[in-house]
């Protein structure tokens, strides 16, 4: 929101940037991880600004996509998005494709079960074909979360936001992308790691 307000009040993106970096308010919430560079990822140019939001009911996701176009307009939005809970999946199942429809480019990781048992039709795949069918976006399910660098480095573009959304145990995933800089890791890296 904050984002959008700049935006309006006409203050030019790099000095939104440079306050997004020196923020130190609630963290999850458009925490900017860095912008990276993608001739190392895949080999175009350009680069990619990583963020990671906590946000993961459909109103919140709503709110951070609007604040990502208010901000960015020019850029690709791609989203990794990690649904929380299956009965929240199940509740707010047609919000969350809705919403999720907004966003240029969706990689989805399997819901993050907080304890709770699966619920058939409320998990990733489901909600995955559900937006494919809308006919807006083709979302891309990640079955493993250790491939999220490997399969998000080939639909980047070099003008790229990726926001990385949701409550589980994705924050950890953001911060992992940031330190290896988006790069996919071979297995002799992700070794030594």
Request: hydrophobic letters at 40%.
């Amino acid at each position: 929101a904050a984002v959008a307000v700049a935006t309006e009040e006409g203050i030019d993106d790099e000095a939104i940037l440079r306050a997004l970096e020196s923020f130190q308010g609630t963290g999850r919430r458009f925490d900017f991880l860095g912008e990276f560079p993608l001739e190392p990822v895949n080999g175009k140019s350009g680069t990619a600004m990583l963020v990671d939001d906590y946000g993961h009911h459909p109103t919140e996701v709503d709110a951070t996509i609007k604040a990502a176009r208010a901000g960015w307009p020019d850029k690709n939005l791609v989203m990794l998005f990690q649904p929380h809970r299956f009965t929240r999946t199940r509740d707010l199942y047609d919000d969350f494709a809705n919403v999720l429809t907004q966003v240029d480019t969706l990689l989805m990781l399997e819901v993050y079960p907080a304890g709770e048992a699966p619920i058939p039709g409320a998990d990733s795949r489901s909600l995955c074909r559900t937006i494919r069918g809308r006919g807006k976006i083709d979302p891309i399910l990640v079955p493993d979360p250790a491939r999220v660098a490997e399969m998000l480095a080939p639909v980047l573009t070099g003008n790229d936001l990726i926001l990385v959304q949701g409550a589980g145990n994705i924050g950890k995933i953001a911060r992992s992308l940031a330190e290896i800089k988006l790069k996919p890791q071979t297995p002799e890296e992700e070794q030594h790691d």
